[in-house]
């Protein structure tokens, strides 16, 4: 199979039609599933149904055969590490974003902790910029919630989402320690309608463990994390949140007691959402003892209690979206003791075929599936994405969910191969890739 990438420097002309015939349309949020054509015009979705174009296509409309695939829309990763600025050998925003095109991901959220980290109106310009010049897919950030990342003292929120690339806030990396911090952030978050994005951790209780606190962490003899580090900031965040007001969510939950707490807070009628990583509901922390370093990531992947718990949360709505934490790391970062080594893993281009093993498996269907990681990924940051739409921008993910192929780590386009994954057999995978009307990736 050959993967091709092309970067396009200047947007779809409003002349180029493109007609994307003999597809499966497939639209997650109202259910749309029926043999149809999609027509675009620049860089947007003029026209798409089953009976559009019957008596055939107009001449002068490019046609792409979509061989009878599902067209559905972009899919989105709201929580990426690209690295850049300040560890380019790990990862860039070109490297980045051929990896999310691969994975048939056309917009993806950046964290803050590069280095510097992304505090300020100049880092954010620059990135903008940045994407625009290198990027294959939309580029959007979360902003640092503190200055420097260092917890005391909030960074010009308003000034920074201001800047049109900002969709939140949060330190991700690092949690919000500090209540009354978190307490001022959330108050922002209503006024500048934007989430705030936890990473729920205890670092106190968590007292520099590095893999789930455990069996299996007793049996290796490393100390380990327990699920109460992530669940005790998620209980005091949801009672802030009560008290504020705005939007609180919880990045790439991984326990069962924060499920339970996050379920209870949708029920109480607060505005609260989350997102589960695919590794953490694919695997428990028994990975550890086959795949050391390589399955090494924080939050840790937890046990199979918890490992259902998320599935469950996915299942019954508690679990809004699946993102990836994609965390690239060289290898000098991961061949160190387990103690020692790098936290994360590489996601985008396994995120498919892994959630759709939860419709293979008859957990869930495959419209819920592909919803957590479409329209419903996208309101969390108000993106207008993620949906089949007349007039939105065509970003569109062509993908087939029964594809098999076995994952190469030297294949990866991310510039890092630490993937726990290497070697395992996959079912699902993008196909083509278009970002704005222009393909930016294709499997042939
Ligand atoms: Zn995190």
Redesign the pocket.
């Given at each position: 199979m050959k993967q091709t990438w092309t970067k396009h420097d200047t947007p779809a002309p409003t002349s180029q039609k493109v007609a994307y015939i003999n597809t499966r349309l497939f639209d997650p949020e109202s259910g749309l599933d029926s043999p149809g054509v999609l027509l675009t015009e620049g860089s947007v979705i003029a026209d798409f149904g089953p009976n559009l174009f019957s008596d055939g296509v107009p001449e002068g409309i490019e046609t792409v055969d979509c061989g009878g695939h599902i067209l559905c829309p972009g899919l989105l990763d709201i929580?990426v590490h690209f690295r850049e600025p300040g560890q380019e050998k790990k990862e860039t925003l070109a490297t980045g974003s051929r990896s999310a095109a691969a994975g048939g991901v056309t917009t993806v959220v950046c964290?803050p902790n590069t280095k510097p980290v992304l505090d300020s109106v100049p880092m954010l310009e620059y990135l903008k910029n940045r994407a625009r010049e290198t990027s294959l897919v939309n580029i959007r950030v979360y902003a640092a919630i503190s200055k420097g990342m260092e917890g005391k003292e909030l960074s010009e929120m308003g000034m920074l989402k201001d800047t049109g690339i900002v969709v939140g806030f949060t330190d991700?990396?690092l949690p919000v320690m500090d209540s009354l911090l978190m307490r001022h952030a959330l108050s922002y978050s209503s006024m500048l309608n934007v989430p705030i994005a936890q990473?729920a951790?205890d670092l106190r209780l968590s007292n520099g463990g590095c893999i789930n606190e455990g069996a299996v962490s007793t049996r290796l003899g490393v100390p380990g994390i327990p699920n109460a580090s992530e669940a005790v900031i998620v209980a005091r965040d949801l009672l802030l949140l009560e008290l504020t007001g705005g939007h609180y969510h919880v990045?790439?939950v991984s326990t069962r007691q924060a499920v339970d707490a996050i379920r209870a807070g949708k029920k109480r009628g607060l505005n609260v959402t989350c997102e589960a990583a695919p590794h953490h509901f694919t695997l428990t922390d028994e990975a550890v003892m086959e795949y050391r370093t390589f399955a090494k990531m924080?939050?840790p992947l937890r046990n199979e209690e918890d490992r259902q718990a998320i599935v469950e949360g996915l299942k019954d709505g508690t679990i809004d979206a699946i993102a990836t934490?994609h965390a690239p790391h060289d290898q000098e970062s991961k061949r160190l003791p387990l103690t020692k080594a790098a936290f994360g893993i590489v996601g985008l281009e396994t995120m498919l075929p892994l959630s759709l093993k939860l419709h293979h498996d008859g957990h869930m269907s495959l419209r819920d599936v592909l919803a957590a990681m479409t329209y419903k990924a996208a309101d969390i940051i108000h993106e207008p994405a993620g949906r089949l739409k007349k007039g939105a921008r065509a970003d569109l993910t062509l993908l087939d969910p029964d594809h098999q192929w076995t994952v190469d780590k030297d294949q990866l386009a991310s510039k890092s191969k630490n993937t726990p994954f290497d070697g395992d057999a996959m079912r699902g995978r993008a196909l083509c890739t278009v970002v704005a009307g222009q393909t930016v990736y294709t499997l042939s």
């Open positions: 929580q964290q991700d990396g990473h951790e990045l790439h924080n939050p934490d």
